[in-house]
């Protein structure tokens, strides 16, 4: 098992003795990160492989303590992701947590983001980090997602793969890989397809992604280029009420029957990274990426309240260009004859968005396209400028600083104006100045101590920009962006292949971002006045003899409004009709989480393992009065390897929920309708087999 804090995966079980030393780059640079006053998780691509339909990023950042990773079961809405309560008021998409593909962004300038095309059958690893040094990262960066692609093999390969489940699941994968005659280098590609009826009613879903990348390298430098392409065909069975759950969990609202409620999403990405030496203590790094992604959503807003003038419709069509680039140069010097690494770099990213709403309904017939009645052109960007310093004092010293200072801009322009409904154009900027400092400390030969603190903040984005609580045109110029002050001290261990870590972290906040009204198929936004985040993570690891391995995650966030503040009970609500008190508990975010894994090797080919993930429970609006009940499951699985010559085959077969328990797997924050909950599965299972054939 492998969940090892900031250093990474552990050896083979049958070598306890030894531990890997695991290459990351969620500091901005690639090195060994034992040392580094910071915390990253790291989850290597055994554990992204072992017996996982390999779907969702869920799957395998539940073993890592600070992150809610939560599959909703419905593929026309991303895996909810927050990091130590950072990104949980999210109902679509991911905000609040940067998010990365081999170091290109997979987050707009505003903060929002979407895991769905990322290439798990790719990767080498998952690297999360959490904690103050998120901020290097700029707007919204309450904490880092990074995949990191496989490197080439050193010979010709080809898989295949194929896994099939409850509820119709179908997956199929095929992948290439090897490197080039001169072997400097080399290519992969790999492009799977996902089929299901879904688990509940109305969630049947397809998605197809492929992701080609070609590396090449020489004494001087290296140049890697990625291309990644999903296509994704989901119906959206929407959150059910209390009342809905309790009656059928796997219904669909009647809503989603009612307007045939579906999502169609089209993206293609291109980017290139490029390393240079220009000198013996001098390299520059340089990233550049662009893309598209379209989408076609139909949503179920009533035909009444498309009526309104000022309404939307309910179906968006929205098609998203975007761009972006980041250079900086990283300078290997001496201070006080110690060694120290300098970084200064610039990046700036353009989001563009041609956004259209159209009625759900022609004349009586509901759940179709029909007349116009949004049309916009909106623009976010940024400009940032970093620094960062890393100095070894001595042996058993180290320093890492850095300081960012970013320029976030939002521009709309409504080209669908009339007499009822008025021109929302307008433009806002927003600016700060995020440092961070930490240090560690080498207590023993495999212990480090280390403390950091910083600032952070997050703007809004344009959804929430969109429109004004006093009723006006333009964008919400009332908004300001959260800003934080973060602190962490922490403890990581190793030896005699056990793995150990401990994180104490709190986390203030100015100007939390809630829902003021709803009303027209309009929702407006405020600040809220301040919260706490405040918490602890505990993570261990490590082998048992020469055949059992082990891994635990637990983590303890206690995350509270601090001020009490006006917000609407429901739609409509044109004013805030009801109050949060203060001292309420922060929705989407559990108290307790934990994780655990034992994995028993039967012989070398053959393993099983058994797992357990618990949950208290979950507010799901801010006046925290609807709540998803706590819950606890178990999982178990096998998988059993051969090997003939130069073919590979790993089987599997697994159990989740084995006690077939009822659970919410998420809710929907401040749900305008009351429909907070997302069930997930009963007893469900899955078996697969992948194949790799190697060429000599």
């Known amino acids: 098992m492998c969940l090892l804090g900031c250093v990474g995966g552990l050896a083979h079980p049958r070598d306890p003795a030894r531990l890997d030393t695991v290459v990351v780059t969620a500091t901005r640079e690639a090195e060994d990160v034992s040392s580094v006053p910071a915390t990253v998780t790291r989850v290597d691509a055994r554990e992204i492989r072992r017996a996982r339909p390999r779907v969702s990023v869920a799957e395998s950042l539940q073993r890592v303590p600070g992150v809610a990773a939560r599959d909703r079961q419905n593929l026309a809405q991303d895996t909810q ?64 997602i990074q995949i990191l692609s496989a490197p080439p093999p050193d010979s010709p390969r080809a898989e295949a793969g194929a896994s099939f489940g409850s509820d119709a699941a179908m997956r199929t994968s095929l992948g290439a890989a090897g490197p080039w005659k001169n072997r400097e280098g080399g290519y992969r590609v790999d492009a799977s397809r996902f089929d299901t009826d879904g688990y509940r009613d109305h969630s049947a879903a397809r998605r197809e992604s492929a992701q080609a990348t070609l590396l090449g390298a020489s004494a001087s430098g290296e140049l890697r280029l990625i291309a990644n392409t999903v296509d994704i065909d989901a119906d959206d069975p929407q959150g059910l009420t209390a009342t809905e759950l309790a009656a059928d969990p796997r219904a669909a609202s009647a809503g989603a029957l009612a307007f045939d409620t579906r999502k169609r999403v089209r993206q293609r990405q291109v980017g290139a990274r490029a390393t240079r030496q220009l000198g013996a203590d001098l390299e520059w790094i340089s990233t550049v990426h662009a893309g598209q992604r379209d989408t076609v959503q139909f949503l179920s807003v009533p035909v009444a309240a498309q009526r309104n003038p000022l309404s939307g419709g309910g179906v968006i069509d929205l098609v998203r260009a975007y761009a972006g680039v980041d250079v900086r140069i990283r300078s290997e010097t001496e201070w006080l004859s110690r060694p120290l690494s300098v970084t200064v770099g610039l990046e700036s990213q ?20 029909g007349a116009l009645r949004r049309d916009e052109r909106n623009r976010a960007q940024n400009f940032d400028q970093y620094a960062q310093l890393d100095w070894r004092a001595s042996e058993r010293w180290r320093v890492l600083a850095g300081v960012r200072r970013s320029d976030v801009d939002f521009a709309a322009r409504d080209r669908f104006v009339t007499a009822g409904n008025p021109d929302d154009s307008g433009d806002l900027s927003y600016s700060e100045v995020t440092p961070v400092a930490g240090v560690s400390f080498r207590a023993a030969s495999e212990t480090w101590v280390y403390a ?124 805030p009709d009801a109050r949060v008190a203060a001292g309420a508990r922060i929705p989407g975010i559990a108290r307790h989480t934990g994780f655990a894994e034992l994995v028993y090797a039967v012989t070398s080919d053959f393993d099983i393992a058994v797992s357990g993930r618990a949950s208290d429970r979950v507010f799901a609006d801010d006046r925290n009065s609807a709540s998803a009940a706590g819950f606890a499951v178990f999982d178990a699985s096998a998988t059993r390897r051969w090997r003939f010559g130069g073919i590979e085959m790993e089987a599997f077969a697994r159990i989740d929920n084995l006690l077939d328990h009822d659970i919410v797997g998420s809710v929907i924050v401040n749900e305008s309708n009351g429909r907070y909950f997302e069930p997930s599965p009963g007893r469900n299972w899955l078996i697969g087999i992948d194949t790799r054939l190697e060429f000599h």
């Not at 109902?91 to 983001?113: C, E, K, M, N, W």
């Not at 353009?350 to 396209?369: C, K």
């Not at 344009?462 to 001290?489: C, H, K, M, Q, V």
């Open 81 to 144: 992701i927050a990091i130590r309560g950072f990104g949980s008021r999210a109902t679509f998409g991911v905000r609040g947590v940067r998010l990365y593909t081999d170091g290109i962004p997979a987050s707009s300038p505003d903060g929002q983001g979407q895991v769905s095309h990322f290439a798990l059958d790719a990767a080498d690893a998952l690297e999360v980090l959490r904690g103050p040094f998120s901020a290097l990262y700029g707007n919204s960066s309450g904490g880092v």
């Open 350 to 369: 353009t989001s563009h968005e041609d956004r259209r709403g159209f009625e759900n309904f022609v004349d009586t017939t509901l759940g179709v396209r």
């Open 452 to 575: 950091n603190a910083g600032k952070g903040f997050e703007t809004p984005t344009f959804s929430e920009l969109a429109y004004r609580s006093d009723g006006n045109s333009g964008l919400n110029s009332d908004l300001r962006a959260a800003r934080s002050d973060n602190a962490e001290i922490g403890v990581r261990t190793r030896g005699g292949g056990h793995a150990f870590d401990l994180t104490v972290f709190r986390s203030w906040t100015r100007d939390e971002l809630a829902v003021a009204s709803n009303a027209g198929g309009r929702s407006t936004f405020a600040n809220a006045g301040s919260s706490r985040r405040q918490g602890v993570e505990i993570a261990a690891s490590g082998v048992y003899g020469e055949r059992w391995r082990y891994a635990a995650a637990y983590t303890w966030l206690d995350a509270r409004y601090r001020d009490g503040f006006e917000v609407c009970a429901g739609a409509p609500c044109v004013r």
